[in-house]
């Protein structure tokens, strides 16, 4: 979606400096306020990149073959880390094929907070394509 932004927004500040440079007019009253709202919705995209992910975190995943502890439940194990803290979780997925090359190694991805301030559901760049997996169970890591 930021790309689109991004291309939207280039292609309508080269319709709006054609038309400065032509002195059209017309074109002009049409192209300067969309580029301008259009240049603001960029900015604040690139800007705040958490605020577009609706109060997401932005964190590290990392596979595990064992539950942290605390940790309850079945599902696949992982640690999330964000700038602020860490914890230990089970996802709410079996294990895929996949995995055993992903085990120990951090991915990118966002992480959802609930009201305790644990995490609700996580999101990676999983296998080319970000998927989004709910949390089971979680507790603070130490």
């Known amino acids: 979606m930021r ?3 991004v291309f939207v927004t280039f292609v309508s500040a080269i319709i709006m400096i054609g038309a400065l440079t032509d002195g059209d007019r017309t074109t002009l009253i049409y192209a300067v306020p969309i580029t301008a709202v259009l240049g603001f919705f960029t900015w604040q995209n690139l800007r705040d990149p958490a605020a ?3 109060n ?8 595990a073959f064992e539950a942290g502890a605390g ?8 640690r999330v880390k964000t700038h ?4 230990h979780v089970a996802l709410d997925r079996m294990p895929e094929r996949g ?3 992903m085990y120990g190694v951090a ?5 959802w907070l609930n009201e305790a301030d644990l995490p609700e559901r996580v999101k990676i760049k999983y296998a ?3 998927k989004t997996w709910p949390v089971v169970s979680a507790a603070l890591a130490a």
């Open 3 to 5: 790309f689109v932004l």
């Open 52 to 54: 577009t992910r609706k």
């Open 56 to 63: 997401g975190r932005l964190a590290q995943i990392t596979f």
């Open 71 to 78: 940790v309850t439940g079945s599902g696949t194990f992982a």
């Open 84 to 87: 602020g803290a860490a914890w």
């Open 99 to 101: 995995d055993l090359d």
């Open 107 to 111: 991915q990118r991805g966002w992480v």
């Open 128 to 130: 080319m394509t970000w």
